[in-house]
């Protein structure tokens, strides 16, 4: 029997044979150097991608290996719910309470069953808690949330640094890395522009390259003076005002000032600056040592346009800190994205696409692997991902997202110079099912196929906002900037006695509240909490002021499929399209739901770290903000007009159809002899 616990060998599951329905009792031991040549997971839901995934996140921490994990959705966090103990109060804080009450239990009842599911779980899979508890002292697990302060805050907005030497000696990489980053700026400015036609683009770019050729690190307000004052004279061939105007300059400044006046954009000027050797590895303690680090980039709660800026931010930063490192065939560090969808799309450019190629094609030889994971193959660029040696494939829901998963397979092989049967190959995919993977790896001789083992991690499903926060306090201090300020309060306070000495008044014994409210961090968590419920309760007036928007579709292809039916020319199409907006008036009242469950949230945390820094008592929510009952009003009120309108149409019909009457019954009357 092979050993489990073996050194670059990552424990996955066992070999499942698909005829029989069964698995057997043979590990599938999967080799880390593979994965320095990337790998892709494919899988509807309900498939077991994400179990595969964390499971081999498991393994990476196990043998020391450090990751950067991109988070869309939340899943990831479940990393940090490893209980080596197993006992029924670890699972309870992280249990569905909801799921308990439909099956008709109480939460420490369901708790208890959580515990032995998952005691009994890991047991089969000769995983035991000495496993786990290895898992947890192997690797430091950190949840970082740029633009927020649930998780531990990051930002990339403090400064564009300047790329190390050896990337700006690379001129293709340098002026790779120079286009990428202008892109993510100007999508963040939701500006679609065009590296060769648009004039901000090569603007900017020419402001980055004069600047980072320097040596130069540039912060948010030194580029903002630079597109104001720009350190050249001109563009190509053409003077600088003919080829972008002052007063347009000045446009571009104002924008992007306004984004970051904008008081949804103070979390992004917080928190610890962007650095990947800080991702991948602790500072070193008093002997030297450092820890690997398992680094979650939760993203969950940004706008598309702020997840596209950062992580191409993210990507650029990874790829100049690649080029950094000595070359190796064993496995560095990893970098794996959840639902890469979006990024690496096959026929756009998004700024993301070009320094994840980049990565795919070039990492390999500095030991970093990439591991990339989805549900929707046809939203991939496959030629890319044939530089992916390792394909895990799981349930597919289409036949279309089966014949672009084959392309995949066919360049990868190809790229490998090995075979690949086809026919061989669809068969097998066509008989997985959940938790059974199908492995296609370029270095070894035949696909396997696999059931998951069991996940050490509790999966929990998506972490809520208040649960990411309750993971990171106890590191919280650790990483906070403003940490040193509050470190010289106690001097402030040794000085205020003085005075007190003189008039030791009931009225100075207050004195401990000032200094709270004069703590910068304490502050600024209040702020930018205050500014998330401001945002929340906008985000639930306007979903609950555009209710009434699904009625004229939904009422016109109701009355189209009457009149239909009553000509007796009803097709299947317009009894479709009635389904198809009857589906999107459920999610304009699923919305309002959506954004009330985040309101409250934002309430609890605004009113905790209000709290925390006036001493006052934490208020309950009321059951709605005030804007909420202005927009149901509003509503209330169009909808007693629309019914009046109605009625007042009908009556006003219905009196020229009486006065038709009349006027036939006049006419057909026979005239008195």
């Known amino acids: 029997m092979p050993d489990l616990e073996s050194r670059n060998h990552f424990y996955l599951g066992r070999e499942h044979d698909l005829a029989a329905g069964e698995t057997s009792d043979r590990p599938l031991l999967y080799k880390s150097k593979d994965l320095t040549t990337h790998a892709v997971c494919v899988g509807m839901t309900g498939s077991g991608k994400t179990g595969l995934c964390l499971s081999l996140l498991e393994e990476a921490a196990l043998d020391g290996v450090p990751a950067i994990c991109i988070d869309p959705k939340g899943d990831l966090g479940n990393l940090l719910l490893g209980f080596p103990e197993l006992k029924p109060d670890d699972f309870k804080p992280w249990v569905d309470e909801s799921v308990a009450e439909r099956k008709g239990l109480t939460p420490d009842q369901f708790a208890q069953q959580t515990a032995e599911l998952w005691k009994n779980g890991l047991a089969s899979w000769d995983e035991g808690p000495e496993r786990i508890q290895k898992y947890n002292d192997s690797v430091e697990r950190l949840i970082f949330t740029p633009g927020a302060s649930h998780g531990l805050p990051m930002t990339v907005l403090k400064s564009f640094d300047a790329p190390p030497k050896a990337l700006r000696e690379d001129n293709d990489a340098f002026l790779q890395r120079v286009s990428s980053a202008v892109s993510a700026l100007l999508a963040l400015l939701d500006i679609d522009a065009d590296p060769v036609r648009s004039r901000e683009h090569i603007f900017l770019s020419n402001v980055l390259k004069h600047e980072w050729n320097a040596g130069k690190d540039l912060s948010i307000a030194d580029l903002i003076r630079n597109i104001q004052h720009p350190p050249f004279k001109t563009v190509g061939v053409l003077d600088l005002e003919t080829f972008y105007a002052e007063k347009d300059r000045t446009k571009l400044a104002m924008d992007l000032n306004n984004l970051l006046a904008s008081p949804s954009f103070a979390g992004w000027m917080t928190g610890q600056p962007l650095n990947v050797q800080e991702l991948y590895y602790s500072p070193p303690d008093s002997e030297g040592r450092v820890k690997p680090r398992l680094s979650i980039i939760s993203i969950a709660h940004l706008s598309d346009s702020e997840r596209m800026f950062f992580v191409t931010i993210l990507l650029n930063e990874i790829v100049a800190w690649m080029r950094t490192q000595p070359g190796t065939g064993s496995l560095r ?44 193959p046809v939203d991939l660029d496959y030629k890319g991902l044939s530089n992916a040696g390792t394909w895990f494939l799981g349930r597919l829901q289409t036949e279309r997202d089966k014949m672009r998963v084959m392309e995949g397979l066919e360049g990868a092989s190809a790229q490998a110079g090995s075979a690949f049967d086809k026919q061989a190959m669809e068969r097998t995919l066509a008989g997985v099912g959940s938790r059974v993977f199908l492995m296609n790896n370029v270095h070894e001789d035949e696909h396997r196929v696999f059931h998951t083992r069991w996940a050490m991690s509790y999966l929990a499903g998506p972490l809520s906002r208040g649960q990411i926060q309750k993971l990171m306090d106890p590191v919280r201090e650790k990483f906070a900037p403003p940490e040193p300020q509050a470190e010289e309060e106690p001097e402030s306070k040794a000085e205020e006695p003085q005075p007190q000495e003189e008039e030791p008044t009931p009225k100075d014994e207050p004195a401990p509240k000032p200094a709270v409210e004069r703590d910068p961090a304490l502050l600024q968590k209040s702020q930018a909490a205050q500014l998330e419920l401001k945002e929340r309760e906008s985000e639930l007036f306007w979903s609950t002021l555009t209710i009434p928007g699904f009625i004229p579709d939904l009422g016109y292809r109701v009355w189209d499929l009457l009149q239909a039916h009553q000509n007796k020319k009803a097709t299947t199409r317009r009894t479709s399209s009635v389904n198809a907006a009857v589906g999107r008036a459920g999610d304009r009242f699923k919305k309002p739901f959506k954004a009330w469950g985040m309101w409250k949230e934002a309430f609890a945390e605004h009113q905790e770290r209000k709290a925390k820094l006036t001493g006052d008592l934490i208020k309950a929510p009321p059951w709605l903000p005030m804007s909420a009952w202005v927009a149901i009003v509003v509503n209330v009120v169009l909808l007693l007009v629309v019914v009046w309108l109605i009625m007042s149409l009908l009556g006003q019909l219905q009196g020229a159809t009486d006065q038709l009457t009349k006027s036939d019954a006049l006419r057909e009357t026979p005239a008195p002899e």
């Open 333 to 376: 560090s990893l970098l794996y994205m959840d639902e890469v969808f979006g990024y690496f799309p096959p026929t756009k450019n998004p700024p993301s696409k070009e320094p994840m190629l980049t990565l795919l094609k070039q990492a390999r030889a500095f030991g970093l692997g990439c591991v990339l994971a989805t549900q929707n």
